[in-house]
């Protein structure tokens, strides 16, 4: 579904992205781990046209996207769970969902991924009249999770979905990301928590300044003692 082929991101001078090459196919969810730092957050930034790529191509379902903007990759079926959820603190839960869906133009469909995401978040249903800013951060990670799913996405990316989140949200979140894979949706996830998301995946990516120096299975992963040592709390 997704073929990343040797791509570079600079910003000025720095070198962030160093010719990194990786696939994500249909069904998985496959998780980039690293420090902070990494360049994890800009190889997402780079697949959503955020960020231009210096070199190499982006491909999505065999089409080229590496010079697409950010609304074109969009309205293929790309979304993404920005870092630090960044929803619209001014708007209720329901016109933030709403935002989610503004490349759908059948009021139909919209009416039924709303429906869909409240089955999947119910205590966004209950709040759906509150403002944004007035939600807990668990809770607001919960709607930028499900503004990303009001397109239908075939692709998700998402980007440190733990981060700053109380451990009880941790868990909760997680969940919620393991049972959309269950469902059948793609995911691209970049994690700081590596336990939890080699946990969660199926296949990993280790970044280290932005260079990709292992891959493999999570399971593989989460026993290499180098990963265990580096990312884990322990050899």
């Known amino acids: 579904m997704l073929e990343v082929r040797d791509i570079e991101v600079s910003y000025g001078e720095f070198l962030a992205v160093k ?12 998780t980039i781990i690293g420090a902070n730092g990494a360049g994890k957050s800009t190889i997402l930034r780079a697949i959503m046209g955020l960020v231009k790529c210096r ?3 982006i491909l999505f379902n065999g089409k080229n996207i ?51 995401v409240f089955e999947i978040f ?36 998402m980007d440190e979905v733990s981060l700053g989140l109380m451990p009880i949200y941790v868990e909760e979140t997680f969940n919620i990301v393991k049972g959309l894979h269950k469902q059948g949706v793609t995911i691209l996830l970049v994690e700081q928590n590596a ?27 989460f026993e290499n003692p180098k990963v265990k040592k580096a990312y884990l709390g322990g050899a």
């Open 55 to 57: 070199k190499g191509e």
């Open 195 to 221: 336990r939890k998301a080699l946990q969660a995946a199926d296949r990993g990516y280790v970044l280290e300044t932005g260079e990709i120096v292992l891959s493999d299975t999570s399971k593989n992963l």
């Open 122 to 157: 119910p205590v966004l249903k209950e709040r759906q009249h509150q403002m944004g800013k007035t939600l807990s951060g668990g809770e607001q990670q919960m709607l930028a999770i499900a503004r990303a799913l009001m397109s239908k996405p075939k692709l998700m990316l």
């Open 19 to 30: 010719g990194v090459r990786f696939t994500v196919n249909e069904g998985e969810l496959v």
């Open 66 to 116: 590496t010079e697409a903007y950010p609304h074109e990759r969009a309205r293929l079926g790309i979304s993404m769970v920005p870092e630090g959820r960044r929803i619209f603190p001014e708007l209720t839960v329901l016109e933030n969902l709403l935002m989610g869906a503004y490349l759908i133009d059948n009021r139909s469909m919209i009416q039924i991924n709303m429906e869909k």
